[in-house]
C-alpha cells in the first residue's frame, strides 16, 4: 500500500487521515508538536469507534485496523520519505502555507502530488517558483470530508495534467467525489455558489422580507432538499421540458428578479448583529452547545450518505 501523508494534525487534517484509512492506505499525520499528535490519535480513535458502534464507519476495514493504518510523526524529512500523496492541512494563512511548501519542496522526489486543503487561496499564489510545480495542486474539501464526500481539485497553470489526472483517481478511489476545475478563480466553485447564496440571504434578512431562522428554513426545507442529490442545472433541466424549454419560460422573469439584487453586503452592523443574535437564540455560542449541534448536523449528514448511496443502487 502507497503511503499518503498528512501535515498537520488540525480538524481537517484528522478528517482527511480518517478518510484515507477507510480507503485502505497508509497514512502519516505529521505536525511540529508531539502532544497535538498524540491528541489527534486519541481523537480519531474516539470518533472511529463512535463511527463503529453507530454503523457509520468508512470502508471494509474495522476500526482497529484503519487506526492501524495511521502514524505520527515530528519530523518532516522522516514523515515525507516513502509518500505518494502529501495533503497540507495547515491553517489558511499564505506565509504559512508557502514556507511549508518551500520547505517539501527541497525534500521530496519528483513522483509524490503536493496537494493542499486551502479553500481560498489560488494555486498561482501557493506554487508559483517552486521546483515541482508540476506535481502541486489544490484539493480542496468540504467541512468534515469525513460526511461531505465533495473534493474540488484546482491545477497551477503549470500543474503537469497527470498529477489532476492522479489526484482525481486517488480520490474517487477512497470514495470522495472529485470535481475538477479547468482553471483557477477565487473562491473556487463550492464558495463562489456558497457565498450568492449567503449574500442574497443576507440581503433579504436585512430588507425584512424574512427573518433569520425563516431564511434558513426556505434552503433546509426547500431548496436544500433538491439540491441533496441533484444541482441547480439539473433542477432547471426537470422543472420544464428541458433546459431549453425552461429557459423560454422563465428567461424574462429570471432577469427580472436578479436585477432586483442589491450590492454586495458589509457583513456587518445592524444586520449582522440581528442574524447574530436570531441564531445565538436557537443555538448559543457555548462551545459544549456548538458541539453537540455540529455532533448532529454530522449525523444527519451520514444519514444522508447512506440514503444517497442506496437510492444510487436502486
Not at 489532476?164 to 479547468?182: D, F, H
Request: overall charge neutral; aromatic content about 8%; proline content about 5%.
Amino acid at each position: 500500500l502507497a503511503d499518503t501523508y498528512f501535515l498537520f494534525s488540525g480538524l481537517i487534517g484528522r478528517s482527511w487521515a480518517m478518510v484515507f484509512a477507510a480507503g485502505g492506505f497508509k497514512v502519516k499525520l505529521y505536525d511540529i508538536a508531539q502532544q497535538q499528535l498524540t491528541s489527534a490519535l486519541e481523537n480519531i480513535r474516539k470518533q472511529m469507534k463512535e463511527l463503529e458502534e453507530s454503523g457509520f464507519l468508512k470502508g471494509t476495514l474495522s476500526a482497529e485496523q484503519q487506526l492501524a493504518l495511521i502514524s505520527i510523526c515530528t519530523d518532516l524529512k522522516a514523515a515525507v520519505e516513502g509518500a505518494t500523496f502529501i495533503q497540507e492541512c495547515t491553517p489558511e494563512n499564505l506565509e504559512l502555507k508557502e514556507r511549508i511548501f518551500g520547505q517539501l519542496d527541497l525534500i521530496v522526489g519528483d513522483k509524490v502530488i503536493l496537494s493542499s486543503s486551502t479553500s481560498c487561496l489560488l494555486p498561482s499564489k501557493l506554487f508559483t517558483g517552486l521546483k515541482h510545480v508540476k506535481q502541486c495542486i489544490v484539493s480542496h474539501p468540504v467541512n468534515p470530508p469525513y460526511f461531505v464526500p465533495l473534493v474540488e481539485i484546482v491545477p497551477h497553470p503549470e500543474t503537469d495534467p497527470s498529477t489532476t489526472e492522479r489526484t482525481y483517481a486517488l480520490m474517487k478511489k477512497i470514495g470522495q467525489s472529485p470535481v475538477k476545475l479547468n482553471r483557477e478563480i477565487e473562491g473556487f466553485v463550492l464558495n463562489r455558489l456558497q457565498y450568492a447564496v449567503i449574500s442574497e440571504a443576507w440581503r433579504l434578512v436585512g430588507d425584512g422580507v424574512v427573518s433569520p431562522t425563516d431564511l434558513d428554513l426556505v434552503m433546509s426545507d426547500g431548496l436544500g432538499m433538491r439540491y441533496a442529490f441533484i444541482g441547480p442545472l439539473e433542477t432547471m433541466h426537470l422543472n420544464a421540458e428541458g433546459i431549453s424549454n425552461y429557459c423560454e419560460r422563465y428567461r424574462e422573469g429570471m432577469r427580472r428578479v436578479l436585477n432586483t439584487f442589491g450590492p454586495v453586503p458589509e457583513f456587518s452592523g445592524e444586520i449582522e448583529q440581528k442574524i447574530s443574535q436570531a441564531m445565538s437564540e436557537k443555538i448559543p455560542v457555548v462551545p459544549k452547545v456548538l458541539d453537540a449541534r455540529r455532533k448532529w448536523r454530522d449525523e444527519c449528514l451520514t444519514g444522508l450518505a447512506k440514503l444517497k448511496k442506496k437510492m444510487k443502487s436502486d
